[in-house]
């Protein structure tokens, strides 16, 4: 085990970028835009001295309570090798004990059926808690669409989609939506959009400075900005991260005006057509509620992503070890009423 230096920070990304499991919220690049976080990088090297597993972690301290350790994603590795396993957690060890923490917290796009993973974690003095279905319940979504696009073409691809998504793809092109890659000066425009997407769908929304912070980390190797317009007018955009072998779909917005001309439908299959393009195992969708319910106020959006043919994922939630337990229950419980007057505020309004 040992932390990563300045002179280790390129073999890293190449790791990262080579690697089956390489996620972009395990990347430097994606820490340059946490800024509010320190991150430090656990490597796992072999006797070559060859990077065999990493764990990106990020330490902020919490008022109160102290230091929380929280890793997105991670481990990159092969998480069947109990001893890679076992290194990268006596790394996190290392940190817990430098930061004074209370948790490292992880939350990997592992499958929750996964049983050979649970059982090595929980031999090396993890705990899991793999119960939450909402988005409410946890930091990044346990449950997601992925699209797997290795090795098909365009017309398969298209073909699987539901006949509804079809048609609303090729609506969009017939009346004349057009897509376009954006600049950093158009994510001016497109925070426009978020704002009206924000109001009308009532999540909240991060300020115009965050987009334009992940531009210049990210783009444009790894992030683009494709809006679509109508008669020139700018009617919805959405944000992709490409990073290794997966496209995310991250960021999504539609104005209010225009919304019958299916723009959005047209932005995925135009991201989903480069994302094959540039040699992608999977095009992921990212997050829908764990709740598969016509009533669930959340439901349209599992309607949409459902519509592309992608997999609906469950992965296994929480993966944490407490160093003080006593002090991460107090947190947990503050997180989830912290939420929960969010949530009554936002009704209120």
């Not at 656990?42 to 929380?68: A, M, T, Y």
């Amino acid at each position: 085990m040992k932390l990563l230096e300045e002179k280790d920070k390129e073999r890293y990304k190449k790791f990262l970028e080579s690697h089956e499991r390489c996620n972009f919220q395990q990347s430097l690049e994606w820490g340059d835009v946490k800024t509010s976080w320190k991150k430090e990088v656990i490597l796992s090297e072999d006797e070559k001295g060859d990077i065999q597993g990493s764990l990106c972690v990020w330490i902020r301290k919490i008022p109160i309570f102290g230091n929380i350790m929280y890793s997105a994603r991670g481990p990159v590795c092969d998480i069947h090798n109990e001893e890679v396993i076992k290194d990268l957690t006596e790394g996190a060890n290392v940190l817990a004990k430098r930061y004074n923490a209370f948790v490292l917290r992880i939350e990997p796009d592992i499958l929750k059926t996964d049983e050979v993973y649970r059982e090595i974690i929980l031999r090396n003095g993890y705990e899991i808690k793999d119960d939450s279905k909402d988005f409410k319940d946890e930091i990044q979504p346990r449950f997601v669409f992925r699209l797997p696009i290795k090795g098909k073409t365009e017309e398969e691809i298209f073909k699987a989609f539901h006949q509804k998504t079809r048609y609303n793809i090729r609506l969009a092109t017939k009346k004349g939506v057009m897509i376009k890659e954006g600049t950093r000066d158009d994510l001016k425009a497109f925070h426009q959009i978020m704002i009206e997407t924000g109001e009308r769908d009532n999540f909240i929304i991060r300020p115009l400075s965050y987009f334009e912070k992940m531009y210049d980390a990210l783009a444009p190797k790894h992030m683009k900005l494709l809006m679509a317009y109508y008669e020139g007018e700018p009617i919805a955009g959405i944000i992709p991260i490409m990073y290794g072998n997966k496209t995310w779909y991250l960021y999504g917005a539609s104005s209010n005006k225009h919304r019958n001309l299916m723009p959005n439908y047209l932005l995925q299959w135009k991201m989903i057509q480069e994302a094959i393009q540039n040699g992608c195992d999977i095009y992921d969708f990212r997050g829908v509620s764990g709740v598969v319910d016509e009533t669930h106020p959340q439901y349209g959006l599992y309607r949409f992503k459902k519509g592309f043919n992608a997999e609906f994922t469950e992965f296994i939630g929480e993966v944490y070890i407490a160093y003080k337990p006593f002090i991460y229950r107090l947190y947990k419980w503050s997180e989830k009423a912290f939420r929960t007057l969010r949530t009554i505020k936002k009704k209120l309004l």
